[in-house]
């Protein structure tokens, strides 16, 4: 394990700034997300809104990625946006989505529900997950140590019976260690430090299979998952969300 990334107060303004990016294309994604759409168009659509922001996707500077975003549907922990990908009613998908503005990165990721015929325990997974990461965000202050988001999650997912691939405690920069779900953060918090949180929670198992692209990663037992991730600052007295919405709800559903 390694510890969280601290900065000055000038950097955290611009990192603000680049969160704030981010948000913005996962709310104007909403509309897009539709049956009958595949995930190479959502790629299209948010690589299109990224140049919109002056900004540019993180994600292609990872070593051989061949896309702008992440789109899980279903049972797909982390998967890769194809023509092939189509999205069905009632499928939940996640997108993730990491832009770099201004010399600072901004990360972000959503459920969404495609259409309106969801199953009430899709739904119950997406909103659980959410409320795993909110109540974890809300514990966190300097002087907190990272064991203790960690069990915060433990305990909201154990109460449903769910189960965790991972907390998702990441720093901020994009490389290599952001595609290991198990390379979580330690230490104790301190104003100024900045990291991503996303926990990935199962309706099944915790074990998943990575595909033969190499990047796409599936629930062993198929079962669904769900993921939200946000981008915390820590304050002189709490913490501060970089990665919320500023027109929409953050939690499902979104469309």
Known sequence: MSSIDKYTKDEVLSIKSACSVSARILDEITEHVRAGKSTDYLDEICHHLTIKENAESAYLSLKGYPKNIFTSINSAVRGVPTAQDILKEGDIINVDISIYFDGFYGSSSRMYYVGKRVPKFAKDLCERAYDSLELAINTIHPGQEVDTIIDTINKCVDRYGYSLTSHGIKNIRVDDDILKFNHNLNGILEEGMIFTLSPIINLGSKETLTLKDSWSIV???????????HCVGIT????????LSPSRFNCPPYN
């Not at 629930?219 to 991730?229: E, Y």
């Open 236 to 243: 002189k007295d709490g913490c501060e969300i970089f990665t």
């Open 219 to 229: 629930t062993k037992d198929k079962k669904l998952t769900a993921h939200f991730s």
